[in-house]
Structures are given as C-alpha cells and as structure tokens.
C-alpha cells in the first residue's frame, strides 16, 4: 500500500503524473512552496491534475528559485463528480470570486459567465476566476478544477443549451416551486444526468429574459424562499440545496 504524504500542501499541475515520473515546477509553484509553506528537499505534497488522481511526490530539489519533484505513487483514483454547470451572471469583482470558491467547493463541473440585460459589471477577469477555481480545488480536496468558460449572452447560453441538460432556473419574478420540490420531482426522470443553475445578476432578469427562459421545455423554475437573495448568496444555496437532493451529498462520494 502506498504510503500517505505527510504534507496537507496539494497542488494542480497541468501534466502527466506517471510512476517515476521527474519535473519542475513554474516559479510561482515553487515560490509558493519554498517561501510561504517553507518545504524543503525530501519533503512531501501531493499532486493531481483533473485525469489521473491524486499522487504522492516529493521535492528532490530546491536551488535559486526551481523546485524539482518526483513522482511515487498514486494515493487516490480518479473520480467523476457530479455533471452539475453553475450559469451565473457576472457581479462585482470580490463577489464573484466568492461564487467561483464555493462552486469549487460545492463540486460543479463547470462556471459559464452570462451576461443578462441587467448585467452592470462591464468585464470579467477568466483567468483570474480560473486561478481562484484551482486554489479551491487544491484547498477542498477535489481532484479535478472546474472549467471557467469565457463569458457569453444569456441568449447565446440558452439557444445553444443541451437540450437533455435539465437548467434550474431560480426565479424571484414569478410563481414557482421550492428548488428542493421541483429538483426532487425531476430527479426520477434525471437521476445521473447532466444539470445546470443559472442565478441572475443583482437586478435580477429582465422580462423578456424571463419570459424566453421560461418558453424553454428543459428550463425549471424554482425559488430559493420568501427573500431576495443577493446573487452570491443565491449561488451559493441553490448548490447547497441541489447537492442535497440530486448531487453527490446524498452518498457522501467526492
């Protein structure tokens, strides 16, 4: 049996990770390892990288800013999360940030910025929000990064949606179901299939954004309770109350 790693320190590597296999780390990896986590030679971490698990390595050099690791063993098998994608449209920069981290956190597939009509932020960062997905990942304990697609309208989302990928609607506008009744009715047609959220900006979806999504036989629309949340804090229950009835929560796999 493969012996654990005895650091916490997980990293994301965008590599193959094969038995024996030797490499260095870019140098903001190997800042962070050497000057903030204070690693030395000989020291162990772990690595993945969205394909083939987690593995055990340990530096075997450390000299002027390079770091070199060595691969050993893989600790843990590759596994497939939920098929879940988060639609969320843009918000305010630290808001977002914190929508990216808890989606991270909460197990989705994949982020795709839309922008509505009442969208007020003018730009999104991808590469930022990326940066953001992979540092949760390395924190939470997942194998793989969420993918952070570039932004789109919301109209090019829903003309080109998958029609089998049941999209969550959440809907403060108009008369709807609680996510928790309408998810759980779905998901005896649904169980194990692909799904989607999509949560609105902070002024909310305009009409005629309702009114199209609404047209839509794969969209269902759901309330998150009696209050308006704020766009992040809607993300972020409407995942929690998914996971709860359709996602991984209910078996406790990662």
């Not at 530096?59 to 988060?86: F, N, Y």
Request: proline share 6%; aromatic share 6%.
């Amino acid at each position: 049996m493969s012996r654990e790693p005895t650091s916490t320190v997980r990293l994301f590597v965008d590599r193959e990770l094969t038995t024996g296999a030797a490499f260095e780390l870019d140098k903001p990896q190997a800042h962070y390892l050497v000057n903030v986590m204070r690693l030395a030679v000989g020291s162990d971490l772990s690595l993945f990288n969205g394909r083939d698990g987690e593995w055990r390595a340990t530096i075997t050099s450390s000299s002027k800013g390079r770091v070199g690791l060595g691969l050993e063993s893989c600790t843990r098998e590759q596994d497939c999360g939920p098929d879940l994608w988060l639609v969320q449209a843009p918000i305010k920069s630290a808001r977002m940030k914190t929508v990216i981290e808890k989606a991270t956190e909460l197990g989705v597939a994949a982020i795709l910025p839309a922008v509505t009509q009442h969208t007020a932020v003018s730009g999104v960062n991808v590469d930022r929000l990326r940066a953001t997905a992979i540092e949760a990942a390395e924190q939470c304990g997942r194998l793989s990064v969420p993918a952070v697609q570039n932004p789109k309208s919301l109209d090019q989302l829903i003309d080109t949606w998958p029609p089998h990928r049941c999209l969550v609607f959440c809907d403060e506008t108009r008369a709807a179901r609680p996510l928790i009744d309408a998810v759980r009715e779905a998901v005896g047609q649904n169980d194990g299939g692909p799904w989607g959220l999509l949560i609105g900006p902070e002024g909310g979806f305009s009409g005629d954004e309702v009114d199209k999504l609404r047209r839509q036989p794969f969209v269902i629309p759901v309330k998150l309770g009696p209050r308006i949340l704020r766009a992040d804090t809607a993300a972020i229950a409407a995942l929690s109350l998914w996971q709860a009835v359709a996602g991984d929560w209910r078996n406790g796999s990662d």
